[in-house]
């Protein structure tokens, strides 16, 4: 995909001064951990945001994207938007719109059922491809979120052994207070004595490389608090149009 960039200057501009502010964050919190700037990923949640912009933010430095909804993934990749960059779903993923994203992202962070793993590996086998892919939990078993409830994460990672063409990589979260970081950083600290728990374990086909947690109003506790991958959206890309979509 081509961008003129002399024409989206502006938008260039604006992008790349919110990159470098991000940038600034993420490398203060890492400091603050005592870990190092590579040992965090950041990850573009550009929903909403057209391919036109998504290449504009690959230009300005932007190597990570994540999106939320399938046709729309595909939309943009249709259209070249990300070139030389990887993407991971991040998104709620039907067992129907498996055929659309397996094997062709570079990591599906958003499972949260057996059967989701079940039919990803199915795909891929009958495919000759794989897929990595995160499960997204739950914690607090909250009936308004997506993700898989606490409860069901060991069996689910036994079963894990049993697919040969998806591999687990690690966890994702999205907390419940989408507004209250001091909430949140609680809620990611259970995430990370979890993650580290789990990586203890050894389950076959399952190995606690990532952890996925923090978008723009606290991600820099998910630094603090361990998260390998972040997910930043708004300090990125500015405020979205939410519709109905709720915190999210
Ligand atoms: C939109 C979204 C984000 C980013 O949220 P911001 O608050 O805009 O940074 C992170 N994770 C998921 C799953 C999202 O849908």
Known sequence: ??????????????????????????????????????????????????????????????????????????????????????????????????????????????????????????????????QDVLIELNLDGEASKTGLPRSALEPLLEEAGNFSCVTVKGLMAIPPKCDNSAKNRDYFARMHELFVDIGRKKYDNVKMAELSMGMSADFEDAILEGATLIRVGTALFGARDYGTVGCL
């Open 1 to 130: 995909m081509t961008v003129n960039t002399a024409a989206d200057e502006k938008a260039y501009g604006e992008l790349k001064e919110k990159i470098a502010a991000v940038e600034e964050r993420i490398a203060s919190a890492c400091a603050r951990a005592g870990r190092e700037r590579e040992s965090v990923r950041l990850v573009a949640a550009s929903k909403l945001n057209s391919a036109e912009r998504v290449a504009l933010a690959r230009m300005a430095g932007v190597r990570i994207f994540g999106e939320n909804r399938v046709q729309e993934l595909c939309e943009k990749r249709e259209r070249g938007a990300y070139e030389n960059a990887e993407v991971h779903l991040i998104g709620h993923l039907q067992k129907n719109k498996v055929k659309y994203v397996a094997g062709q992202v570079a990591l599906i962070e958003s499972v949260d059922s057996p059967e989701l793993l079940a039919a990803l590996n199915a795909f891929c086998e009958k495919n000759g491809t794989r």
